[in-house]
T-cell receptor, first 113, second 113 residues
Framework: AQSVAQPEDQVNVAEGNPLTVKCTYS??????LFWYVQYPNRGLQFLLK??????LVKGSYGFEAEFNKSQTSFHLKKPSALVSDSALYFC???????????FGTGTRLQVFP | DAGVTQSPTHLIKTRGQQVTLRCSPK?????VSWYQQALGQGPQFIFQ???????QRGNFPDRFSGHQFPNYSSELNVNALLLGDSALYLC????????????FGQGTRLTVV
């Protein structure tokens, strides 16, 4: 069975500091990994995806993610956090047989001024 | 491009009633998936429609049913509502096949009382 885990319920970071939101995955076959962000009372917005190729994936709003096959991780990063980045972040893996997305439990990012 | 649109945005129903939620996919997308997001949890896959057929189904009871129309729009129906059905229901659309990311609507907040 395919799954992702987000070990941190909440991450706190000061504005201007780098941020990391962690995700580990368990898949059979090639991993298709995604990050989505959810603002209060809103749907999910796509940030970035890893299909194949470079281990460093660049996405929207200055976010990037590092794919690490040996550690089965796909951590979300940003060099300099903004207060407006405060939101709920979800890591997901796509089941390659069914195309459904399997989400983690989410990590709440709080950026303090 | 209007993106994925869902209606209504909020809904309050009584236990035992039936509800229908609607989704219009992003232009050019022919695949629609539905997810249930309970409070404090990640979205859970309900089912997916492609070419007006249910292609995949998650671990949800038969009280949850759906439909896709020739214009690719979709409905989610839930019969005999339970208090535990209270959640944010998300619709996602994607182009059929390939590895493109799914786009999500803003969701319908269903409250069962």
């Amino acid at each position: 069975a395919q799954s992702v885990a987000q070990p941190e319920d909440q991450v706190n970071v000061a504005e201007g500091n780098p941020l990391t939101v962690k995700c580990t995955y368990s898949v059979s076959g090639n991993p298709y990994l995604f990050w989505y962000v959810q603002y209060p009372n809103r749907g999910l917005q796509f940030l970035l995806k890893y299909i194949t190729g470079d281990n460093l994936v660049k996405g929207s709003y200055g976010f990037e993610a590092e794919f690490n096959k040996s550690q089965t991780s796909f951590h979300l990063k940003k060099p300099s956090a903004l207060v407006s980045d405060s939101a709920l972040y979800f890591c997901a893996v796509r089941d390659y047989r069914t195309d459904k997305l399997i989400f983690g439990t989410g990590t709440r990012l709080q950026v303090f001024p | 491009d209007a993106g994925v649109t869902q209606s209504p945005t909020h809904l309050i129903k009584t236990r035992g009633q039936q509800v229908t939620l609607r989704c219009s996919p992003k232009s050019g997308h022919d695949t629609v998936s539905w997810y249930q997001q309970a409070l404090g949890q990640g979205p859970q896959f309900i089912f997916q429609y492609y070419e007006e057929e249910e292609r995949q189904r998650g671990n949800f009871p038969d009280r949850f049913s759906g439909h896709q129309f020739p214009n690719y729009s979709s409905e989610l129906n839930v019969n005999a509502l339970l208090l535990g059905d209270s959640a944010l229901y998300l619709c996602a659309s994607s182009p059929g096949g390939g590895l493109a990311e799914a786009f999500f609507g803003q969701g319908t907040r269903l409250t069962v009382v």
